[in-house]
């Protein structure tokens, strides 16, 4: 399969995933409304940004290491599936104990609905890890198929839930929950039938290699967990500050942000093991991936300006704002889009510790408007807090690449450019 037929069998995929994940927001604003909706993404937020805390960068080094010699497969595969139950069950017994002790840092959301919640993060790391494995041995269908398979059941289980069986919030989380654990049984199944395939190996733990692909994953692991918290934690502060209803309509417009970034997403996935076989320091193929990502996604962007405005008859008036909300986030998902594919240059070289350094600095920065910012002005103070933020890590990133290569901006941004 062509780098091009990946990318369009996984942005087809994405399309479905959109529209699940959106039609299963507007069915839990219409039934529970902004205060409903405001605690369902903060638990879904707490739990997501726990999973990519424990994934330790494993999912970008199981890639690496795998692309690299597929007769690691077997042992990458029983350390991940061992390491993830592990600290995943410890990083579950702390945020339920959290949720506990500190009720407070989530406002008015139950700690039970997050104990709920927190039983999946184990799963969602078995999840989260084995998708990476198939796709470092080029299993793009299965990847894509199995990622569509866990974002469908957020559709099937918000309409079985609210509109068949009239229950609430706390029946979603668990049937989400149980939902999480039945895709990671299925991922580590196929992992084990796709074993087979590949070269012969002992299906046992490697400790050497384990470490070996925990200090690599660590270099990402930094730039991964800022991304996640500038991109989601800023809901739990404006939940914190001005309650689950706004923060339910601040969801409504950060959901929009960040399913625009699934094509620049899938493009980044795709493209890192090819730069990795590639090891090309000019960065010939990440320029000409990126000059069409440029194209593509501002052609989304400007499609989206009308869209908002159709945000509050989708989800209710109590959600207009949500319509300003987005249009300040807009610029930033546009320039966070085009760095999350430059970047897949640096990770493909073995990570420069510049990029970490990078995002960590752009990580203080977003927590110092977020907290001058939310108190006064709420979800509008966090909106343009990550625009900030998103446009400081792409302009980081792309002085880098620029200073590396010696790429101008016009080669690695415009279409149509080209340079021998």
Same mark, same amino acid.
């Given at each position: 399969?062509?780098?091009?037929?990946?990318?369009?069998?996984?942005?087809?995929?994405?399309?479905?995933?959109?529209?699940?994940?959106?039609?299963?927001?507007?069915?839990?604003?219409?039934?529970?409304?902004?205060?409903?909706?405001?605690?369902l993404a903060v638990i879904n937020v707490a739990v997501a940004t726990i999973v990519q805390l424990g994934s330790f960068g494993l999912p970008s080094s199981n890639t690496y290491f795998i692309a690299q010699d597929q007769a690691r497969f077997r042992s990458a595969a029983i350390n991940s599936l061992i390491f993830a139950l592990g600290a995943g069950s410890i990083l579950a017994l702390g945020l339920s104990a959290l949720a506990y002790l500190r009720t407070d840092w989530f406002g008015f959301v139950s700690p039970e609905l997050i104990r709920i919640a927190s039983i999946s993060i184990p799963f969602q790391l078995i999840v989260l890890i084995g998708l990476n494995i198939l796709l470092a041995v080029g299993k793009v269908k299965e990847f894509n198929l199995l990622d569509l398979a866990?974002?469908?059941?957020?559709?099937?289980?918000?309409?079985?839930?609210?509109?068949?069986?009239?229950?609430?919030?706390?029946?979603?989380?668990?049937?989400?929950?149980?939902?999480?654990?039945?895709?990671?049984?299925?991922?580590?199944?196929?992992?084990?039938?796709?074993?087979?395939?590949?070269?012969?190996?002992?299906?046992?733990?490697?400790?050497?290699?384990?470490?070996?692909?925990?200090?690599?994953?660590?270099?990402?692991?930094?730039?991964?967990?800022?991304?996640?918290?500038?991109?989601?934690?800023?809901?739990?502060?404006?939940?914190?500050?001005?309650?689950?209803?706004?923060?339910?309509?601040?969801?409504?417009?950060?959901?929009?942000? &960040? %399913?625009?970034? #699934? !094509? @620049? *997403? =899938?493009?980044?996935?795709? +493209?890192?093991?090819?730069?990795?076989?590639?090891?090309? $320091?000019?960065?010939?193929?990440?320029?000409?991936?990126?000059?069409?990502?440029?194209?593509?996604?501002?052609?989304?962007?400007?499609?989206?300006?009308?869209?908002?405005?159709?945000?509050?008859?989708?989800?209710?008036?109590?959600?207009?704002?949500?319509?300003? &909300? %987005?249009?300040? #986030? !807009? @610029? *930033? =998902?546009?320039?966070?889009? +085009?760095?999350?594919?430059?970047?897949?240059?640096?990770? $493909?070289?073995?990570?420069?510790?510049?990029?970490?350094?990078?995002?960590?600095?752009?990580?203080?920065?977003?927590?110092?408007?977020?907290?001058?910012?939310?108190?006064?002005?709420?979800?509008?103070?966090?909106?343009?807090?990550?625009?900030?933020?998103?446009?400081?890590?792409?302009? #980081?990133?792309?002085?880098?690449?620029?200073?590396?290569?010696?790429?101008?901006?016009?080669?690695?941004?415009?279409?149509?450019?080209?340079?021998?």
């Open positions: 399969m062509s780098f091009s037929s990946k990318v369009a069998w996984t942005f087809a995929t994405r399309v479905l995933m959109i529209f699940n994940s959106v039609v299963a927001g507007i069915i839990v604003a219409r039934w529970l409304g902004a205060d409903g909706l405001g605690q866990s974002q469908s059941f957020v559709l099937i289980n918000a309409v079985l839930v609210l509109l068949l069986l009239k229950r609430g919030l706390e029946m979603l989380v668990t049937l989400n929950t149980a939902a999480s654990i039945l895709v990671s049984i299925v991922v580590a199944a196929l992992l084990i039938i796709s074993a087979k395939s590949l070269a012969r190996s002992e299906w046992r733990a490697d400790m050497a290699l384990l470490r070996r692909m925990i200090g690599y994953g660590l270099k990402f692991h930094v730039s991964i967990l800022a991304g996640a918290i500038i991109l989601r934690a800023d809901l739990l502060v404006v939940n914190h500050f001005r309650g689950a209803a706004e923060a339910g309509v601040y969801s409504v417009a950060s959901q929009f942000g &960040l %399913l625009m970034m #699934l !094509l @620049p *997403g =899938v493009i980044a996935t795709l +493209l890192f093991p090819r730069v990795t076989a590639e090891q090309d $320091a000019r960065g010939e193929t990440t320029c000409l991936v990126t000059r069409y990502t440029t194209f593509v996604m501002f052609l989304c962007c400007l499609a989206a300006v009308p869209f908002s405005l159709l945000l509050p008859v989708l989800y209710g008036a109590a959600f207009s704002d949500a319509t300003t &909300l %987005l249009l300040i #986030l !807009l @610029p *930033g =998902v546009y320039l966070i889009g +085009l760095e999350s594919v430059l970047v897949q240059h640096f990770n $493909a070289l073995g990570l420069p510790r510049a990029i970490p350094m990078y995002w960590l600095a752009t990580l203080a920065l977003n927590l110092i408007l977020v907290f001058a910012l939310v108190p006064r002005f709420g979800a509008q103070g966090a909106a343009i807090a990550s625009t900030i933020s998103y446009a400081a890590i792409f302009g #980081l990133v792309a002085l880098h690449f620029h200073t590396s290569t010696g790429r101008s901006f016009t080669e690695v941004f415009v279409l149509g450019s080209l340079r021998g």
